[in-house]
């Protein structure tokens, strides 16, 4: 059977024969309902489906349309009418007949919000949308369009119906759909979520919120959920959930107990949403940062503690005194809130010179477990940095208590440490200061704290001082004439002194002199070289200032033998500081001073002390060797005073050993056995014994006796000008020397 006579099979139901109920119109003349077309009266292939077609299009008396799509088209936008029936024709106030072999899309409005949407329905199998159908004399009409096709015939059934409910209906479907979605998303989120329909009542948590508590979705809704949480961080959570109720978002990090009883750390992030029928609730993430939250604390540690001894370092320090401090806020101005010791070990960097740096890192870590034992709880012990620590002590009333308090620790350090087999003394150098309301910050009583220790550096080493008002003094004073030391490098005002080093066996002859410089301040008179040398060693002006003093010996040396001829002195020494020894540049320098000056390397004798040598030995030693490669002379000056061991001295490229002064006053007590040891090891070293500070003729004597070679001191000359020691050279010899003999 063809297609057509399907059709006509399908349209001869004797159900065409009761005209069906249109659907209400305005007031208007009724149009008659065609009959069925013959073409479309027989079908016999798909009875089921055409029955439902037919029962779908004259079940109501909504307006119906049978339409036919071409094989070329098989969508709805180029269908035809095949039949209308009455309330078609009056939705569209036309006869059903006029509405017979137009296209659908024709009776369609091509634009506004009911557009006709072709490609929906071309693609659709029932389709269902809102159109605009076209109205003769008045503007398009927004109706239902309920699209029901017949497949084996080709044969669609449309019907049109009011379309107040459609938007509601997609509006709802599309909500469905939504909260489809977002169930799905929820559900499956790696990130942990809640959700609350009602206040603090969970409706909802998903996989990842049961997995970081370790419950299932049942033991977790209503309130059971909030059992989890830490109970002195519930508190938070509850102000986050009033909050989200109130329409504003809030978060917190919070612990939350897992079933299994492990701590998480959590951020919960709540949002207000409220929900249709329920009320105010909330939506949440609850993201695990246990992790993170380690790592940061791990990161916090390390950047306020030291690496090597595991004490708190400078900024940990710095935060600890302030706090201590504030906490001092509103007291009287010279009440103690805690006592601070500034320790300076003395002499570490020999340790780490001699024996190495490793060595001197496990010096350091014992001396921190040394002051750890001796302190109490609540006191802090802290590395400032390199071979300095800081000990914050609770108490002390006043200066005595905490000189007493300084005191203790030091004895406490020196009991002796023993580090990878070696017996070590530690000594320091310790400032206290009390700490009271008037110290502004840390900075200020850590800066008390510093003047009081390098008083007690000053003072000898290995003892406690005190940061008063003398040493606050003291300090500005330092620190002007820092200043004024610059100044007068810069303005070449410094001069330099010599004592003349005299022959034992000849004291006519004038085997040398030592340069020794002198500052005469503008303001304060003569100042100690013991005093302007140090704070130029503290303020790195040292290098200027030897090479100032260098400069100025060579060139006189070579006036004195323009004017004095033989008997001006044979050699000038200068004194070389360990900074200056520790230069890469030292040797260059040296060379350069005696190109410039025209002073032979032969008459130049440098004088290097024992703790200058100690300091990187290897390369002093090079340096040294250099030196004397050129024909300078090299001198150890206060043998005996340091750290020097027999075997080193051996190896080192010198050229005389200086008996130093507190040997030589032994012998005007009868005590000559140390300047004896040292004489007789010069001479079996092959080197010249010289004695410093000879003051008596006694002294002379005992010295000619134990075979020194060379003496100095007060009995023979203070350090004169070069004027004077002209004077006096002519006084001691008096023959006038050939002129320009060098």
């Not at 909260?179 to 990130?191: D, K, N, Q």
């Not at 890192?361 to 800081?390: I, K, N, T, Y």
């Not at 301040?521 to 003093?549: C, M, T, W, Y």
Request: with cysteine; aromatic share 4%.
């Amino acid at each position: 059977m063809g297609k057509s006579e399907q059709r006509d099979a399908a349209l001869a139901d004797p159900r065409h024969t009761a005209a069906p109920t249109p659907l209400p119109v305005p007031p208007q003349t009724r149009a008659e309902t065609p009959p069925l077309p013959a073409e479309a009266t027989s079908v016999a292939a798909d009875e089921r489906v055409q029955r439902a077609l037919l029962d779908s299009a004259f079940s109501s008396s909504r307006a119906k349309l049978v339409v036919e799509s071409p094989p070329d088209a098989p969508g709805l936008d180029r269908a035809v009418v095949l039949w209308a029936n009455g309330a078609a024709g009056e939705l569209v106030r036309s006869e059903p007949r006029g509405l017979v072999g137009r296209e659908v899309g024709s009776l369609l409005a091509p634009a506004g919000p009911g557009a006709f949407r072709p490609e929906v329905l071309r693609t659709s199998r029932k389709g269902r949308s809102l159109v605009a159908v076209l109205v003769a004399g008045s503007e398009p009409v927004d109706v239902e369009l309920v699209a029901v096709p017949s497949p084996s015939t080709g044969l669609w059934a449309l019907i049109m119906g009011p379309s107040g409910t459609l938007p509601e209906r997609l509006a709802q479907e599309h909500a469905s759909a939504q909260e489809r979605r977002f169930e799905t998303l929820v559900r499956h989120s790696p990130v942990p979520t809640i959700i609350s329909e009602a206040g603090l009542r969970l409706a909802h948590v998903n996989d990842a919120f049961c997995e970081l508590v370790g419950a299932d979705h049942e033991q977790l809704l209503g309130l059971a959920w909030t059992t989890h949480i830490l109970g002195e961080d519930l508190p938070a959570v509850l102000r986050c959930v009033e909050q989200a109720l109130a329409g504003e978002s809030a978060q917190a990090e919070v612990q939350i107990v897992r079933v299994d009883g492990e701590h998480r750390w959590v951020l919960v992030r709540l949002s207000p949403a409220a929900s249709p029928g329920h009320g105010a609730g909330f939506v949440g993430t609850v993201e695990d940062f246990t992790e993170r939250r380690a790592f940061e604390l791990q990161l916090a540690h390390q950047a306020r503690t030291d690496a090597l001894t595991g004490l708190p370092n400078r900024v940990a320090l710095e935060e600890d005194v302030a706090a201590r401090l504030r906490a001092a806020d509103g007291l009287e101005p010279d009440v103690s809130v805690m006592t601070c010791l500034f320790l300076d070990l003395d002499n570490f960097k020999i340790v780490n010179d001699s024996l190495g740096h490793e060595t001197g890192d496990q010096l350091l870590v014992a001396v921190a477990e040394r002051l750890r034992s001796a302190v109490r709880p609540g006191d802090l012990v802290a590395r400032w940095g390199g071979d300095e620590f800081v000990v914050l002590l609770e108490g002390a009333a006043d200066d005595v208590a905490a000189l007493a308090l300084g005191e203790a620790v030091l004895a406490r350090l020196g009991e002796g440490l023993v580090v990878d087999g070696l017996p070590f003394s530690v000594s320091a150098s310790v400032g206290v200061a009390r700490a009271t309301a008037r110290h502004t910050g840390a900075e200020h009583l850590l800066q008390d704290c510093d003047i009081a220790m390098y008083r007690a550096k000053g003072e000898g080493r290995n003892r406690v001082a005190l940061c008063d008002a003398a040493a606050r003094e003291e300090a500005r004073d330092s620190l002007a004439l820092t200043l004024d030391l610059r100044e007068a490098l810069k303005a070449g005002s410094l001069r330099v002194a010599y004592q003349p080093v005299i022959s034992v066996s000849d004291p006519t002859a004038l085997p040398a002199v030592e340069a020794l410089v002198r500052w005469d301040h503008p303001e304060r008179g003569p100042v100690s070289p013991d005093h302007f040398v140090k704070i130029a060693e503290a303020n790195g002006l040292i290098e200027q200032l030897g090479l100032f003093v260098l400069e100025e010996a060579c060139s006189q040396l070579v006036r004195w033998c323009d004017e004095l001829g033989t008997a001006a002195p044979q050699k000038v020494n200068v004194n070389l500081s360990a900074i200056q020894l520790s230069s890469r540049a030292v040797v260059d320098d040296v060379a350069r001073v005696l190109a410039r000056t025209g002073l032979p390397a032969t008459r130049l004798c440098l004088e290097v002390t024992e703790t200058a040598l100690v300091h990187d030995r290897e390369a002093s030693r090079d340096r040294l060797l250099r030196l004397q490669a050129m024909g300078v002379s090299v001198a150890l000056d206060d043998f005996g005073t340091g750290y020097s061991s027999l075997a080193y001295l051996r190896q080192l490229p010198v050229n005389y050993l200086k008996v130093d002064r507190s040997f030589v006053e032994e012998l005007h007590r009868g005590h000559p056995q140390v300047a004896s040891a040292v004489i007789g090891l010069a001479h079996s070293l092959g080197l010249s014994a010289v004695a410093e500070g000879v003051e008596h003729p006694e002294q002379v004597e005992a010295l000619a006796a134990l075979g020194a070679d060379l003496v100095q001191g007060w009995l023979y000359g203070r350090a004169m000008t070069p004027a004077d020691l002209v004077t006096w050279r002519r006084e001691v010899r008096p023959q006038h020397p050939e002129a320009g003999s060098r």
